[in-house]
């Protein structure tokens, strides 16, 4: 059996973690004051930050979740899941933020969503569960940037001092509830310099760039990046782009059956940073990504692949 490769880089997954309750199938809308049964439903921590928590503990990858939570009987819940990480969550005297989501015959989803705790996540709080000096290889990602309110408007001051620390940054911002506009475009310019690595989905980084194509976008936000930063695509079955300085990467998607979309570009996230933590080259780095949300979207329950699977590519490469 193959020995694990050894390493003392972390991962801090930081930003919104709340509790998922994800109904199937929703054929049509019901009419109002009516009853809908649908086939099947299932209760789990959900977030960005919560969705890629998952795979890296499923993965076993170094990492610690950064969070805060709320005051009702969801919160014991939902830090239970995270034993090592949630003792450092400040508890904030509020509901726990809820997440109910409807899948569609498609495979797309809807959600609604609670404000709760993750709006009152800071700047403070994210910096006290965070050492004080990286050790090296460290990164620090952040997610549901647009929804975590009290934290976003700390950004540019949290990144700086992170970069202080000697962190490796990671943002996967996801798509803001309002849209994208000028004002927020303007906002991530002030952010977008202490970004190592750019995490978005296809539509999501040509609305950032205001772009039309993705190489444009990409290579638009990569110039107002940290210098040898990534910006990558993530773009479902056609599998993942990354763009740096002087190189261009494609990684073509396996074809599964869909079953489960939700965390698809987290489950890539926990797979792409995971490599990076054990100081793999960007290409093997896509690999990983997409073989994680290849296997998350594709199983109920969820599944991920084993380390081994992983390091095998490695090998390939």
């Known amino acids: 059996m ?13 930003g919104n973690i709340n509790v998922d309750l994800i109904m199937s199938t929703l054929h049509e809308w019901p009419k109002k004051g009516t009853e809908a049964m649908l086939e099947s439903s299932s209760l789990r921590p959900g977030g960005s930050a919560g969705n890629c928590a998952l795979a890296l503990s499923a993965l076993k990858s170094p990492f610690r979740l950064v969070a805060n939570q709320g005051n009702d009987q969801f919160s014991g819940w939902l830090a239970g899941m995270f034993p090592e ?13 809820l997440t109910f989501g409807v899948t569609h015959p498609d495979h797309e989803r809807t959600f609604f969503s609670n404000q709760g705790h993750i709006v009152r996540l800071s700047m403070h709080d994210v910096l006290a569960q965070i050492p004080p000096a990286a050790q090296s290889g460290d990164w620090v990602l952040l997610c549901g940037t ?7 408007a700390q950004y540019p001051q949290l ?16 798509w803001p509830p ?21 995490l978005l989905n296809e539509v999501e980084t040509l609305g950032l760039a205001n772009a039309e194509t993705l190489d444009s976008a990409a290579l638009s936000l990569l110039g107002q990046m940290a210098e040898n930063a990534f910006c990558v695509a993530k773009c479902g079955p056609d599998g993942a782009r990354l763009w ?3 190189l261009t990467l494609q990684q073509n998607a396996e ?8 965390g698809a570009g987290d489950s890539f ?3 792409f940073l995971s490599a990076l933590i054990y100081g793999l080259p960007p290409a093997t780095a896509l690999q990983w990504g997409v073989r994680v949300a290849g296997c998350a979207i594709s199983s109920s329950p969820r599944r991920y692949p084993d380390w081994q699977s992983l390091f095998g590519l490695v090998e390939k490469i």
């Open 178 to 198: 309002e849209d994208w506009s000028d004002d927020l475009r303007h906002q991530a310019a002030n952010w977008l310099p202490f970004c190592d690595a750019l």
């Open 146 to 152: 647009w929804l975590c309110t009290a934290l976003y």
């Open 255 to 262: 074809p599964v059956d869909v079953v489960d979309t939700i």
């Open 244 to 246: 740096a300085k002087n």
């Open 269 to 271: 996230n926990a797979g």
């Open 2 to 14: 193959t020995t694990r490769p050894e390493t003392h880089a972390t991962l801090y997954v930081v």
């Open 85 to 97: 990480s949630a003792p450092l969550w400040p508890t904030c005297d509020c509901e726990t933020s």
């Open 159 to 174: 990144l700086a001092a992170l970069k202080q620390r000697g962190y490796q940054i990671a943002i996967d911002s996801g």
